[in-house]
Protein backbone atom coordinates (compact mmCIF):
# COMPACT_ATOMS: atom_id res chain seq x y z
CA UNK A 1 0.00 0.00 0.00
CA UNK A 2 3.34 2.44 0.89
CA UNK A 3 4.16 2.59 -2.83
CA UNK A 4 0.65 3.13 -4.53
CA UNK A 5 0.01 5.86 -1.63
CA UNK A 6 3.83 7.27 -2.44
CA UNK A 7 2.65 7.33 -6.33
CA UNK A 8 -1.11 8.67 -5.64
CA UNK A 9 0.43 11.80 -3.94
CA UNK A 10 3.19 12.27 -6.26
CA UNK A 11 0.68 12.63 -9.00
CA UNK A 12 -2.17 14.83 -6.73
CA UNK A 13 1.26 17.25 -5.41
CA UNK A 14 2.37 17.04 -9.02
CA UNK A 15 -0.55 17.75 -10.51
CA UNK A 16 -1.48 20.88 -8.57
CA UNK A 17 2.01 22.48 -9.25
CA UNK A 18 1.67 21.92 -12.69
CA UNK A 19 -1.90 23.20 -12.95
CA UNK A 20 -0.70 26.26 -11.67
CA UNK A 21 2.63 26.39 -13.32
CA UNK A 22 0.61 26.26 -16.69
CA UNK A 23 -2.61 28.43 -15.31
CA UNK A 24 0.01 31.48 -15.19
CA UNK A 25 1.13 30.70 -18.80
CA UNK A 26 -2.84 30.14 -19.83
CA UNK A 27 -3.83 33.76 -18.40
CA UNK A 28 -1.20 35.43 -19.32
CA UNK A 29 -1.63 34.41 -22.49
CA UNK A 30 -4.98 34.94 -23.08
CA UNK A 31 -4.86 38.36 -21.57
CA UNK A 32 -2.75 39.37 -24.60
CA UNK A 33 -4.87 37.36 -26.91
CA UNK A 34 -2.56 34.92 -27.86
CA UNK A 35 -4.58 31.84 -28.92
CA UNK A 36 -3.86 28.92 -26.84
CA UNK A 37 -4.55 25.15 -28.55
CA UNK A 38 -3.54 23.50 -25.34
CA UNK A 39 -3.44 23.48 -21.93
CA UNK A 40 -2.63 19.71 -20.88
CA UNK A 41 -1.53 17.80 -17.60
CA UNK A 42 1.43 15.33 -18.92
CA UNK A 43 2.99 14.15 -22.00
CA UNK A 44 2.15 11.83 -24.86
CA UNK A 45 -0.94 10.60 -26.04
CA UNK A 46 -4.28 12.29 -24.96
CA UNK A 47 -6.46 10.63 -22.26
CA UNK A 48 -9.38 12.53 -22.22
CA UNK A 49 -10.06 16.04 -21.56
CA UNK A 50 -12.63 18.03 -23.10
CA UNK A 51 -12.54 21.47 -25.44
CA UNK A 52 -13.87 24.71 -24.59
CA UNK A 53 -13.95 27.76 -27.41
CA UNK A 54 -10.28 27.20 -29.06
CA UNK A 55 -8.62 25.17 -26.29
CA UNK A 56 -8.18 21.47 -25.93
CA UNK A 57 -8.52 20.72 -21.79
CA UNK A 58 -6.70 17.08 -21.65
CA UNK A 59 -4.51 14.69 -19.45
CA UNK A 60 -2.10 12.78 -21.85
CA UNK A 61 -0.59 9.46 -20.57
CA UNK A 62 2.73 10.26 -18.93
CA UNK A 63 2.12 12.20 -15.50
CA UNK A 64 5.10 13.76 -15.40
CA UNK A 65 5.10 17.46 -16.46
CA UNK A 66 2.32 19.23 -18.59
CA UNK A 67 2.37 22.18 -20.74
CA UNK A 68 0.51 25.16 -22.16
CA UNK A 69 0.14 25.20 -26.03
CA UNK A 70 0.24 28.42 -27.89
CA UNK A 71 -0.01 28.89 -31.43
CA UNK A 72 3.26 29.94 -33.16
CA UNK A 73 5.38 29.49 -30.45
CA UNK A 74 7.46 26.54 -31.65
CA UNK A 75 10.10 27.82 -34.34
CA UNK A 76 9.15 27.24 -37.59
CA UNK A 77 5.00 27.26 -36.68
CA UNK A 78 4.42 30.90 -37.31
CA UNK A 79 2.48 32.13 -40.02
CA UNK A 80 2.32 35.85 -39.06
CA UNK A 81 -1.20 35.34 -37.62
CA UNK A 82 -1.54 38.80 -34.88
CA UNK A 83 -2.53 35.83 -32.41
CA UNK A 84 0.22 33.94 -32.20
CA UNK A 85 3.41 34.24 -29.70
CA UNK A 86 5.97 35.21 -31.31
CA UNK A 87 3.96 37.92 -33.26
CA UNK A 88 3.63 39.37 -30.05
CA UNK A 89 6.00 42.36 -28.46
CA UNK A 90 9.02 41.14 -26.51
CA UNK A 91 8.01 42.27 -23.54
CA UNK A 92 4.17 40.65 -23.77
CA UNK A 93 6.12 37.18 -24.07
CA UNK A 94 8.55 37.82 -21.23
CA UNK A 95 5.90 38.36 -19.52
CA UNK A 96 3.96 35.57 -20.44
CA UNK A 97 6.77 33.13 -19.90
CA UNK A 98 7.51 34.83 -16.62
CA UNK A 99 4.23 34.11 -14.95
CA UNK A 100 4.70 30.45 -15.09
CA UNK A 101 7.31 30.27 -12.26
CA UNK A 102 5.81 33.87 -10.58
CA UNK A 103 2.90 31.32 -9.67
CA UNK A 104 4.61 28.86 -8.26
CA UNK A 105 5.95 31.25 -5.94
CA UNK A 106 2.43 32.86 -5.30
CA UNK A 107 1.40 29.33 -4.49
CA UNK A 108 4.15 28.51 -2.14
CA UNK A 109 3.32 32.04 -0.25
CA UNK A 110 -0.25 31.03 0.22
CA UNK A 111 -0.36 27.42 0.91
CA UNK A 112 1.62 28.30 4.45
CA UNK A 113 -0.07 31.52 4.67
CA UNK A 114 -3.59 29.95 4.74
CA UNK A 115 -2.37 26.76 7.10
CA UNK A 116 -0.84 29.58 9.62
CA UNK A 117 -4.20 30.74 9.85
CA UNK A 118 -5.52 27.55 11.53
CA UNK A 119 -2.37 25.94 12.70
CA UNK A 120 0.99 27.58 12.49
CA UNK A 121 3.40 24.63 14.48
CA UNK A 122 7.20 25.33 14.82
CA UNK A 123 10.09 23.52 16.69
CA UNK A 124 10.56 24.63 20.28
CA UNK A 125 14.52 24.38 19.98
CA UNK A 126 15.04 26.26 16.50
CA UNK A 127 13.80 29.25 18.89
CA UNK A 128 16.52 28.65 21.30
CA UNK A 129 19.90 29.44 21.50
CA UNK A 130 22.25 26.88 19.95
CA UNK A 131 23.79 25.09 23.05
CA UNK A 132 25.73 22.00 21.54
CA UNK A 133 24.31 19.02 23.53
CA UNK A 134 26.51 16.34 21.42
CA UNK A 135 29.87 16.55 19.07
CA UNK A 136 30.53 13.75 17.10
CA UNK A 137 33.81 12.41 17.82
CA UNK A 138 36.22 13.07 14.73
CA UNK A 139 33.60 15.23 13.69
CA UNK A 140 34.37 18.61 11.91
CA UNK A 141 33.11 20.60 15.09
CA UNK A 142 35.26 18.23 17.26
CA UNK A 143 38.18 18.54 14.81
CA UNK A 144 37.90 22.43 15.23
CA UNK A 145 38.01 21.97 19.34
CA UNK A 146 34.39 22.81 19.48
CA UNK A 147 32.52 20.90 22.70
CA UNK A 148 29.88 19.58 24.07
CA UNK A 149 28.15 22.99 25.99
CA UNK A 150 29.35 25.18 23.87
CA UNK A 151 26.88 27.74 22.79
CA UNK A 152 27.20 29.18 19.07
CA UNK A 153 26.98 32.79 18.88
CA UNK A 154 27.98 33.98 15.38
CA UNK A 155 28.96 31.84 12.18
CA UNK A 156 31.63 33.81 9.91
CA UNK A 157 30.86 36.88 11.92
CA UNK A 158 27.22 36.95 11.51
CA UNK A 159 24.92 36.01 14.87
CA UNK A 160 23.20 33.29 14.90
CA UNK A 161 20.58 33.97 17.53
CA UNK A 162 19.25 30.67 17.84
CA UNK A 163 19.58 27.20 16.32
CA UNK A 164 17.29 27.93 13.33
CA UNK A 165 19.89 30.41 12.05
CA UNK A 166 22.84 27.97 12.86
CA UNK A 167 21.13 25.52 10.87
CA UNK A 168 20.50 27.54 7.81
CA UNK A 169 24.49 28.60 7.72
CA UNK A 170 25.48 24.82 8.14
CA UNK A 171 23.43 23.36 5.44
CA UNK A 172 24.73 26.22 3.10
CA UNK A 173 28.35 25.77 4.11
CA UNK A 174 28.87 21.94 2.89
CA UNK A 175 32.77 21.46 2.23
CA UNK A 176 34.04 25.05 2.98
CA UNK A 177 35.79 26.51 5.94
CA UNK A 178 33.94 28.68 8.09
CA UNK A 179 34.57 30.35 11.24
CA UNK A 180 32.49 29.71 14.45
CA UNK A 181 32.31 31.72 17.11
CA UNK A 182 31.11 30.29 20.37
CA UNK A 183 30.80 30.95 24.18
CA UNK A 184 32.67 28.38 26.93
CA UNK A 185 32.41 29.55 30.53
CA UNK A 186 31.87 33.17 29.91
CA UNK A 187 35.07 33.51 27.22
CA UNK A 188 34.17 34.09 24.02
CA UNK A 189 36.07 31.85 21.39
CA UNK A 190 36.52 32.15 17.05
CA UNK A 191 37.25 28.60 15.98
CA UNK A 192 37.62 27.85 12.00
CA UNK A 193 35.87 24.87 11.05
CA UNK A 194 36.88 22.89 7.78
CA UNK A 195 32.79 22.30 7.09
CA UNK A 196 32.18 18.57 5.34
CA UNK A 197 29.04 17.73 4.22
CA UNK A 198 26.32 14.88 5.22
CA UNK A 199 27.54 11.50 3.05
CA UNK A 200 23.62 10.76 2.46
CA UNK A 201 22.50 14.11 1.34
CA UNK A 202 25.36 16.35 0.18
CA UNK A 203 24.73 19.10 2.66
CA UNK A 204 26.73 20.86 4.99
CA UNK A 205 27.50 18.54 8.42
CA UNK A 206 29.63 19.95 11.11
CA UNK A 207 28.53 16.95 13.68
CA UNK A 208 27.07 18.94 16.48
CA UNK A 209 23.24 18.77 17.08
CA UNK A 210 20.93 20.35 19.52
CA UNK A 211 19.52 19.38 23.03
CA UNK A 212 16.60 17.36 23.02
CA UNK A 213 14.98 14.30 24.76
CA UNK A 214 15.42 10.99 22.89
CA UNK A 215 12.45 8.84 21.96
CA UNK A 216 12.77 4.93 21.31
CA UNK A 217 10.50 3.46 18.68
CA UNK A 218 9.80 0.11 16.66
CA UNK A 219 11.10 -2.02 19.19
CA UNK A 220 12.27 -4.86 17.22
CA UNK A 221 10.97 -8.70 19.05
CA UNK A 222 12.95 -11.09 20.02
CA UNK A 223 16.05 -8.30 20.37
CA UNK A 224 17.66 -7.00 23.42
CA UNK A 225 15.78 -4.06 24.09
CA UNK A 226 12.90 -5.81 23.88
CA UNK A 227 13.58 -8.67 26.10
CA UNK A 228 14.65 -6.43 28.41
CA UNK A 229 11.32 -4.55 28.71
CA UNK A 230 11.63 -1.30 26.23
CA UNK A 231 8.56 -0.37 24.58
CA UNK A 232 8.01 1.98 22.36
CA UNK A 233 7.50 5.78 22.85
CA UNK A 234 10.34 5.51 26.04
CA UNK A 235 12.53 8.50 26.41
CA UNK A 236 15.74 7.74 26.58
CA UNK A 237 17.38 9.13 29.87
CA UNK A 238 20.92 7.53 30.37
CA UNK A 239 23.09 4.64 29.03
CA UNK A 240 25.27 3.55 32.09
CA UNK A 241 24.63 6.40 33.84
CA UNK A 242 25.50 8.95 31.14
CA UNK A 243 22.28 11.05 30.68
CA UNK A 244 21.36 11.30 27.03
CA UNK A 245 20.10 14.39 25.56
CA UNK A 246 20.78 14.17 21.93
CA UNK A 247 19.37 11.07 19.85
CA UNK A 248 23.10 11.30 17.82
CA UNK A 249 25.12 9.90 20.94
CA UNK A 250 22.93 6.69 21.75
CA UNK A 251 24.41 4.68 18.92
CA UNK A 252 28.29 5.57 19.67
CA UNK A 253 27.59 4.82 23.46
CA UNK A 254 26.01 1.09 22.04
CA UNK A 255 28.88 0.54 19.83
CA UNK A 256 31.05 1.56 22.52
CA UNK A 257 30.03 -1.30 24.38
CA UNK A 258 31.45 -3.39 22.59
CA UNK A 259 28.90 -6.22 23.37
CA UNK A 260 28.98 -5.83 27.19
CA UNK A 261 25.82 -5.06 29.46
CA UNK A 262 24.28 -1.72 29.42
CA UNK A 263 22.16 0.08 32.08
CA UNK A 264 19.63 2.37 30.52
CA UNK A 265 16.94 4.34 32.20
CA UNK A 266 13.86 4.87 30.02
CA UNK A 267 10.57 7.43 31.42
CA UNK A 268 7.61 6.12 30.77
CA UNK A 269 4.34 7.53 31.92
CA UNK A 270 5.99 9.95 34.30
CA UNK A 271 8.18 6.71 36.27
CA UNK A 272 11.59 6.06 35.87
CA UNK A 273 12.89 2.43 34.74
CA UNK A 274 15.87 1.15 35.32
CA UNK A 275 16.33 -1.82 32.75
CA UNK A 276 19.77 -3.98 31.81
CA UNK A 277 20.54 -4.89 28.60
CA UNK A 278 23.02 -6.89 26.47
CA UNK A 279 23.75 -5.05 22.64
CA UNK A 280 24.39 -8.24 20.14
CA UNK A 281 26.47 -7.74 16.90
CA UNK A 282 23.73 -7.73 14.00
CA UNK A 283 22.53 -6.27 10.78
CA UNK A 284 19.44 -3.73 10.56
CA UNK A 285 17.45 -3.65 7.31
CA UNK A 286 20.56 -4.50 4.82
CA UNK A 287 22.44 -1.67 6.71
CA UNK A 288 26.31 -3.08 8.18
CA UNK A 289 26.46 -5.31 11.17
CA UNK A 290 27.57 -3.68 14.37
CA UNK A 291 26.53 -3.45 18.17
CA UNK A 292 22.33 -3.05 17.95
CA UNK A 293 19.75 -3.31 21.11
CA UNK A 294 17.15 -3.85 18.54
CA UNK A 295 15.54 -0.09 18.29
CA UNK A 296 14.82 0.56 14.99
CA UNK A 297 14.33 4.45 15.69
CA UNK A 298 16.43 6.84 18.23
CA UNK A 299 14.60 10.06 17.54
CA UNK A 300 14.79 13.39 18.95
CA UNK A 301 11.78 13.88 20.87
CA UNK A 302 11.13 18.13 19.82
CA UNK A 303 8.74 20.29 21.61
CA UNK A 304 6.46 22.09 19.19
CA UNK A 305 4.67 25.10 19.70
CA UNK A 306 1.27 25.83 18.61
CA UNK A 307 -0.89 28.61 17.64
CA UNK A 308 -2.49 30.58 15.26
CA UNK A 309 -1.60 33.25 13.20
CA UNK A 310 -3.97 36.48 12.06
CA UNK A 311 -3.85 36.95 8.28
CA UNK A 312 -1.05 40.04 8.02
CA UNK A 313 1.27 37.58 10.44
CA UNK A 314 0.49 34.46 8.58
CA UNK A 315 1.63 35.95 5.15
CA UNK A 316 4.84 37.90 6.73
CA UNK A 317 5.61 34.50 8.08
CA UNK A 318 5.05 32.71 5.27
CA UNK A 319 7.13 35.07 2.64
CA UNK A 320 9.78 34.99 5.91
CA UNK A 321 10.25 31.34 5.59
CA UNK A 322 9.84 31.46 1.49
CA UNK A 323 12.84 33.60 1.76
CA UNK A 324 14.58 31.39 3.76
CA UNK A 325 14.46 28.59 1.74
CA UNK A 326 14.73 30.25 -1.98
CA UNK A 327 18.10 31.70 -0.09
CA UNK A 328 19.28 28.23 0.34
CA UNK A 329 18.00 27.12 -3.09
CA UNK A 330 20.91 29.61 -4.45
CA UNK A 331 23.05 28.55 -1.89
CA UNK A 332 22.96 25.52 -3.00
CA UNK A 333 22.83 26.26 -6.93
CA UNK A 334 25.69 28.34 -6.10
CA UNK A 335 27.73 25.33 -3.98
CA UNK A 336 26.92 23.27 -6.89
CA UNK A 337 28.40 25.87 -9.56
CA UNK A 338 31.65 25.86 -6.80
CA UNK A 339 31.66 21.58 -6.81
CA UNK A 340 31.72 21.92 -2.95
CA UNK A 341 27.97 20.51 -2.52
CA UNK A 342 27.02 17.38 -4.11
CA UNK A 343 23.91 16.91 -6.49
CA UNK A 344 22.75 13.51 -4.10
CA UNK A 345 20.19 15.67 -2.40
CA UNK A 346 18.12 16.10 -5.96
CA UNK A 347 15.00 14.73 -5.47
CA UNK A 348 13.78 13.11 -8.89
CA UNK A 349 9.75 11.36 -9.48
CA UNK A 350 10.97 8.26 -7.21
CA UNK A 351 12.15 10.63 -4.27
CA UNK A 352 9.20 13.30 -4.51
CA UNK A 353 6.91 10.47 -4.80
CA UNK A 354 8.24 9.07 -0.76
CA UNK A 355 8.29 12.67 0.27
CA UNK A 356 4.83 13.45 -0.86
CA UNK A 357 3.73 9.94 0.21
CA UNK A 358 5.23 10.66 4.15
CA UNK A 359 3.90 13.80 4.26
CA UNK A 360 0.41 12.56 3.22
CA UNK A 361 0.20 10.43 5.83
CA UNK A 362 1.46 12.54 8.78
CA UNK A 363 -1.13 14.46 7.52
CA UNK A 364 -2.59 17.81 5.95
CA UNK A 365 -0.23 20.07 7.29
CA UNK A 366 2.62 18.24 6.58
CA UNK A 367 1.46 17.83 2.88
CA UNK A 368 0.81 21.73 2.92
CA UNK A 369 4.12 22.91 3.77
CA UNK A 370 5.86 20.20 1.57
CA UNK A 371 3.74 21.47 -1.30
CA UNK A 372 4.87 24.66 -1.07
CA UNK A 373 8.52 23.83 -1.13
CA UNK A 374 8.29 22.15 -4.14
CA UNK A 375 6.03 24.78 -5.64
CA UNK A 376 9.18 27.05 -4.57
CA UNK A 377 11.37 24.88 -6.46
CA UNK A 378 9.91 24.37 -9.34
CA UNK A 379 9.00 28.07 -10.01
CA UNK A 380 12.88 29.01 -8.65
CA UNK A 381 13.88 25.79 -11.02
CA UNK A 382 12.41 27.25 -14.07
CA UNK A 383 14.27 30.40 -14.32
CA UNK A 384 17.16 29.46 -14.38
CA UNK A 385 18.90 30.33 -18.12
CA UNK A 386 18.18 26.75 -19.50
CA UNK A 387 17.15 26.20 -22.98
CA UNK A 388 13.45 25.00 -23.39
CA UNK A 389 12.76 26.07 -19.58
CA UNK A 390 11.22 29.37 -18.20
CA UNK A 391 14.11 30.86 -17.60
CA UNK A 392 15.79 29.97 -21.37
CA UNK A 393 13.43 31.86 -23.29
CA UNK A 394 13.05 34.80 -20.73
CA UNK A 395 17.51 35.03 -21.37
CA UNK A 396 16.68 35.06 -25.25
CA UNK A 397 14.35 37.48 -25.10
CA UNK A 398 16.03 39.51 -22.76
CA UNK A 399 19.22 39.22 -25.14
CA UNK A 400 17.16 40.04 -28.37
CA UNK A 401 15.57 43.37 -26.35
CA UNK A 402 19.40 44.53 -25.48
CA UNK A 403 20.45 44.17 -29.09
CA UNK A 404 17.09 44.85 -30.33
CA UNK A 405 16.95 42.43 -33.37
CA UNK A 406 16.20 38.63 -33.75
CA UNK A 407 18.33 35.78 -32.97
CA UNK A 408 18.72 33.51 -35.63
CA UNK A 409 16.34 30.58 -36.14
CA UNK A 410 19.00 28.38 -36.92
CA UNK A 411 21.09 29.35 -33.50
CA UNK A 412 17.66 29.34 -31.48
CA UNK A 413 17.49 25.53 -32.86
CA UNK A 414 20.66 24.68 -31.95
CA UNK A 415 20.03 26.28 -28.36
CA UNK A 416 16.90 24.14 -27.88
CA UNK A 417 18.75 20.71 -29.27
CA UNK A 418 21.08 21.62 -26.13
CA UNK A 419 19.13 22.45 -23.74
CA UNK A 420 16.65 19.26 -24.39
CA UNK A 421 19.54 16.99 -24.34
CA UNK A 422 20.62 18.84 -20.82
CA UNK A 423 16.95 17.93 -19.28
CA UNK A 424 17.25 14.38 -20.61
CA UNK A 425 20.33 14.26 -18.63
CA UNK A 426 19.64 15.99 -15.74
CA UNK A 427 16.42 13.89 -15.61
CA UNK A 428 18.43 10.44 -16.04
CA UNK A 429 20.83 11.45 -13.22
CA UNK A 430 18.06 12.33 -10.57
CA UNK A 431 16.35 8.98 -11.67
CA UNK A 432 19.65 6.75 -10.82
CA UNK A 433 20.15 8.49 -7.90
CA UNK A 434 16.65 7.87 -7.02
CA UNK A 435 16.98 4.31 -7.52
CA UNK A 436 20.21 4.26 -5.47
CA UNK A 437 18.51 6.18 -3.16
CA UNK A 438 15.26 3.41 -2.70
CA UNK A 439 18.13 0.80 -2.55
CA UNK A 440 19.18 -1.10 0.83
CA UNK A 441 22.66 0.38 2.55
CA UNK A 442 25.13 -2.57 2.17
Known amino acids: MGAIENVLAFVFVLGVMIFVHELGHFLAARYFDVRVDAFAFGFGPRLFGFKRGETDYKVCLLPLGGYVKMAGENLGEPTGDPREFLSKPRWQRLIIAVMGPVFNVILAIVLPAGLFLFQYERLAFYLEPATLAYVEEGSAAAQAGIREGDTIVAIN ?15 AAANSEITVAVERNGQRLELP ?15 WSEIAPVRLDRITPGMPA ?17 PISSHRKVPVLIEKSGGKPVTIEVLRDGQVHTLQLTPVYT ?13 GRVIPDYKRIETRLGLV ?32 SLEGPIGIGRLAGDAARSGLPDLVMLMAAISLNLGIFN ?33 VQAGLVFLMLLFAFVMYNDILKSLPAS
Open 157 to 171: GRPTLNWESVKLAEI
Open 193 to 207: VQLGAHPDTGVGDAG
Open 226 to 242: AEAGVQDGDVLLSINGE
Open 283 to 295: EYEGSAATWRIGV
Open 313 to 344: EAFRESIDQNGKNATLIFSFLGGLLEQRMSPK
Open 383 to 415: LLPIPILDGGVITLLLMEMIWRKDISVAVKERI
